[in-house]
């Protein structure tokens, strides 16, 4: 079960020959466009990809978009059971506008107000259903600041899944950053554990981000830390044992949604009772092997297990 904030990817792909006469700035000629499922929905292709059944809870907007949101939720066969239409939000849309491999513009459109009691009331009561309706083996919480993450709903579908026995995992945000107390597995890059801690970080000085770790491990009590930190790797931390993995070699064309494929490939993971040093390890691979490729992708199972086999994970 994914819950968090959902949007649509909306790309803009063409090519730049030449500079507007009104003001200088490029003139893309557009040669296609595509909409995507992104934000925590991206999460859910990740776990499609794999080879799981996601269940998405999230709210979107009871506008045009959203039903472009369903639309493309239909296309993939996912079940839109958990979703919910607010008439006061806007669903949110990014739209990127790309030439070759380089982005050129991206425009949001989206509310960012926190859901109103009555929305975090059916937000619950549907991550709860989903949870007691369906074979859950795993809750990915993934948040983007935009408001459906709220520290009321947080704390309550933590306490359901502690009662069931169902593990959970994190890809944070600064907002509510010490408000997972309890989770299984906390995942946050170096600018939201710095952010997150209120501490500062020195990535040439290794001993700031263990200390930070441990700043983070205090307050929210979490069993495992994975820490994403761009070419330096991974660091991951469980009790007295911990382990810093470097990044492997990549051509990175687009950094956008590594960190949706590392939540996914660590949540699947946890739920198969892996070591978190495997953890570590594959989830590396995963985020490294989208960054490959233009605009926000889910990870290739194939080619996942391919880069496995090649460095003895598997």
Known sequence: MVFGDVRIDDYYWGKVDRISPEAPVPVVQITNRENRLGGAANVA????????????????????????????MDELLFSNSGLISSTTRLTTVKTRIISGAHHLLRVDEETTSPLTSDEEERIIGNCVRLMDDEKIDVVVFED????????????AVIAEAKKRNIPTSVDPKKDNFLSFKGVDLFKPNLKELQEGVKQEINKKDFATIIHAVGVMEEALQNRISLVTMSEMGVYVKEGENNKHIHAHPREILDVSGAGDTVISVAALLLAQKASPELIALVSNLAGGLVCEKVGVVPIDKQQLLNEALKYALA
């Open 45 to 72: 292709l990740n776990l499609h990809a794999l080879g799981a059944k996601p269940f998405i809870c999230s709210v979107i907007g009871d506008d045009e978009k959203g039903q472009l949101f369903q639309d493309l």
């Open 144 to 155: 983007y600041n935009k408001g459906v993450v709220t520290q009321r709903v947080i704390t």
